[in-house]
């Protein structure tokens, strides 16, 4: 039997393996190159970017929780134009997908970002934030209103011609209503899931562990809720889903392409674990290869559900 | 110690040597031929090979290397779970280690002399850096504070490497009494010229050295201690507060790569509280 | 100082200490009255009780999750006329508030449990289950729509004297709109939170890891976010709140205290440490001496945020 | 055994030998004076004092109890997380154990014959078992099956009590060659009488045994083996399937607490696969 094949595509872009590195997790891409060969890896998503430079949010920004991980980091990043101009020349150095997390206060700031980036040579798709919970205008308030979510996807799918992945927050009573505004407002892809909103304390002084307050829970804690509302989105539109939430091993990947994810992204796990990609990579080829399944296209959405 | 450090690697390694300095104390010594070539104020991230509940690696400053044996050791104290189960590993056991990290600190000027001032686990890039300014024969002192005589658990270490060392305790059960600024002080009245000043510890004696080296107009290198959950750059949870020359207001830089030794005049302390 | 105080009291009811047993991980009390000493909490909440007996999910009915535990069980029970004459005189025996928890599969049955829990000497208070994740009709969805929970809550409490706490499901976008929504229906208190709806699948056969597919997420990974939404809710409302998620330690009891709770449930960890009672609450002891606190009521709600 | 055992303690206690049976097998001897009172059959929840990241404790059956001393022995073979943490305890480490719990298996009439048919970590209850058989003087049989001889280690430890035993193995590497039921069924055909049979193992070995028990009317007891949570009857993680005269539809029943050990009769095998 031939090698089974990690080739996906997501409307147009077309990935070596499903395997992404998440948006927060990676940096740039370029800070992580010494230390993990980029070209084990499908692509990354870049940082949040808006079109300012920003500072975020005060520290302490992280802090652990059990088999969790809460931060408020609050977007700082150099903003589109400096991304494009001094660090995307260093990453198209390297063989990877690059993905842009666009980010902003309003609509237009979105379409904006999302024009810069498409109009960059080496930029091979966008993914929307709209439903980061740490920041205190646009983020989550976008993602979790169905019109706004329309809204936002309808005028970056006006001001690209790239794939445009709406990525969705978790907190929210319905997923399928917001993966199916996506699609009606153009989108090629869905990203399931952003973090989840959460408060720690420390008990001491009283006070929250994180400087902002709350923060985003993500990390394995989230994956059997992940994992459900990408079973959720997968059986409520016809785009691809891409898969996100406490990936740490090929198995927790394979749950998602079970799912009905047709790519992964892995968070957190990069922190502790930067090298997990050729991993995860080997455990789905010995996986399909035991199953016989030529292709992980062939694996996708295939729960047996109900059983 | 002023070549470039070799960039860092992520591998799995093997604890060595595990010598318990009594209470939360111990010296761990791994195998990682890229740590083993770390310089003085450069650090690791580390996390026991079975992982247990904790996502995130601890970071550990590298507190001595054997390049001709790959080996480097570090001095730890177990303050919580995270540094706890690296306490906890056995000889033989494993560890993921990433390193070496961040920017250490600057050799002094030929001639130069080079007061270092530690306490608590933050004495122990000092070990290292002894050795760099012996070898460059930079003149240097260490000034080795702690609360009471059990919280210098890394004295008979730095004796035996003969380390020109001065210690002192708050409460005078070793060595002067009162805070490890008393006898910097004093020393600084001494000597010509101007030395170097390099603190690694808890904040508040950073602070106080840092405020000495302003007002006498000495040149301070600090090592921060954030919290820190990749060491890469990347997560962004590690940032402290920089004032650079020009910039309107302080900047949140990621202290585990533009860190974690700072110039002491850019950084901005009443955020770290 | 004379040793702090434990005592709190929810609307009328009043306990000794802040330490409830959840709802379906002590049975009916006289379960676990062999193992530990039902005086040392402050009282339990029965496991989900219709008017007549069911017999649930089928096994496999629970699964481990990273630092969580996902369950279907499906509110399995002995229905509440057994309970009120065959379960609870042996509870009585024992010397602990007992709070009922009450389920329904229309307003009807609710209010008619209710009527029927009230009537019986030694229920103390009645629980209103609008948030099982686990049951084809009532439970959740009562509880994420915010008319549905305000007929139910006003149903139980047309029908009974007794304090009425309803249940959160955490499963929405905003809790404080179902916070208040139980307010204005007259609740006494509210419980805050049931479990998260989850999905983990067995990868060797792609079924779910649980014969009814997807279940409910409880245990230390859900803290964090159960202690956001204690927090949110307490902001929201004026009655007590009762914080629930991943208690595993005294500390863990503190964080929803500071939060805003007058009283906590311990629910998984019942399961592994039936005894941890005691030493949640020789900590809050040890803590409330150690900060100077007499009263664990002067400690509900004192988070210092912003900070 | 006859006598009504012990409520269930939970307590902290220590491992105080462990032997490894090769493989992932071992025997494990804990202090518990609670579980040491224990009938055969019967089980004690366990998971190591330093938990991990694993909630829940996992069920294990009493291999063999010492009330003089307080201890109890587990059979254990590591499958899975939660066996592995209890496998990976050394000699000293403290468990959390809970126990004697569930309802062990009948005792059969004076004068009637046992037979025992164990396989996997199955037959450990079965030690437990023939001591007290052999204490009342029943005449009783052990049929020990496995795969192959690997899948056999506790033979050592059944011949040294000098348990009566027939050995058989799928590929015939020791012992008959074939399934367990096939010298079971040899032994039924040469003894005289009705003699009862007790199975614990494999879900399709106690399912044939269950169905011969069934054609040859004789009676039989089986210990099921559904996850558990708690071991207390608060879960309701253990439900089997459990039909009972009279009832129109069978019932969920915790297997904590109403088991592990049925009669045969009453089990539903459909759903339990
Ligand atoms: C660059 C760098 C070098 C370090 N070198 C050493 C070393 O050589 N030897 C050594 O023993 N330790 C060193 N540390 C500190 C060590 O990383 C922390 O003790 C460890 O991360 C604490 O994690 P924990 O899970 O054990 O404790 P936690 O439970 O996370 O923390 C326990 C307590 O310590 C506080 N704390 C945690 N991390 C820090 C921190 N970074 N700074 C200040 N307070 C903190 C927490 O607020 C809490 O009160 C270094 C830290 C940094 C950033
Ligand atoms: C009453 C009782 C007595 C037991 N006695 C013993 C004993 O004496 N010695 C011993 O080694 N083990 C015994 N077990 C089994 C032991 O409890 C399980 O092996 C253990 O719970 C598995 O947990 P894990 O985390 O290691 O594996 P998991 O990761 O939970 O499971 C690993 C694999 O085993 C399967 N599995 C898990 N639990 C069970 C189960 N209970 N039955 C069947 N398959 C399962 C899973 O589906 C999975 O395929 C007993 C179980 C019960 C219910
Ligand atoms: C420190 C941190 C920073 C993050 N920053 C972003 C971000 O800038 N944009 C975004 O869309 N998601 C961000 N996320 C969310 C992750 O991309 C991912 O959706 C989430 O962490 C769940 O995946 P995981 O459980 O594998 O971490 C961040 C997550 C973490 C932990
Ligand atoms: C096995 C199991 C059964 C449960 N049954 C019920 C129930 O019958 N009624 C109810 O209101 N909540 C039920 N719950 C939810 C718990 O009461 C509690 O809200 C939840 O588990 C969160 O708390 P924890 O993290 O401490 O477990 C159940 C939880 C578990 C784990
Ligand atoms: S530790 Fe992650 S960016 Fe510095
Ligand atoms: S194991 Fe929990 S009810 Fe049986």
Known sequence: MTAPSLGVEIGSLKLRNPLLAASGTCGYGVEIAHVVDLATLGGIVTKGLYMAARDGCEAPRIAETPAGLLNAIGLQGVGIRAFVDRVLPRLREHDTAVIVNVCGETVEEYAEVARIASDA??????EINISCPNVKTGGIAFGTDPLMTRDVVGAVRKASALPVIPKLSPNVTDITVFARACEEAGAD???????????AIDVETRKPRLAFGTGGLSGPAIRPLAVRMTWQAARAVKIPIIGIGGIASASDALEFFIAGASAVQVGTMNFSRPNIYAEIESGLVDYLTRHHIGSIRDLVGTIRYPR | MTSSPPSPADRVCPLVKRESLGGAYALLTFEHAGVAGASAGQFAMIQPEAQGDLLLRRPFSIMDTDPSTSRFTIFLKAVGPGSKAVFDLREGDNARVLGPLGRGFTAPAPGERAFLVGGGYGVAPFALFSRGLREAGSAFHLFYGG??????????????????????????????????????????????????????????MMRAVAEISSEKRLACEVSLDPWMGCGLGTCLGCVVKIQDEGEPRPKNRPACTEGPVFDARRVVWEKHS
Chains 1, 3 share one sequence.
């Open chain 1, 121 to 126: 040579p080496g930029v091979h798709a966008l």
């Open chain 1, 189 to 199: 892809a869905i990203s399931c899931v952003n973090t989840f909103l959460g408060l």
């Open chain 2, 147 to 204: 609360r009471s005589a059990s919280e210098l658990p890394l004295v008979g270490e730095l004796e035996r490497r003969g380390i020109p060392l001065t210690l002192s305790t708050d409460d005078g059960t070793r060595g002067e009494r009162g805070r490890v600024t008393v006898p910097l002080m004093d020393a600084l009245s001494l000597v010509p010229g101007t030395p170097r000043l390099y603190a690694c510890g808890p904040e508040p």
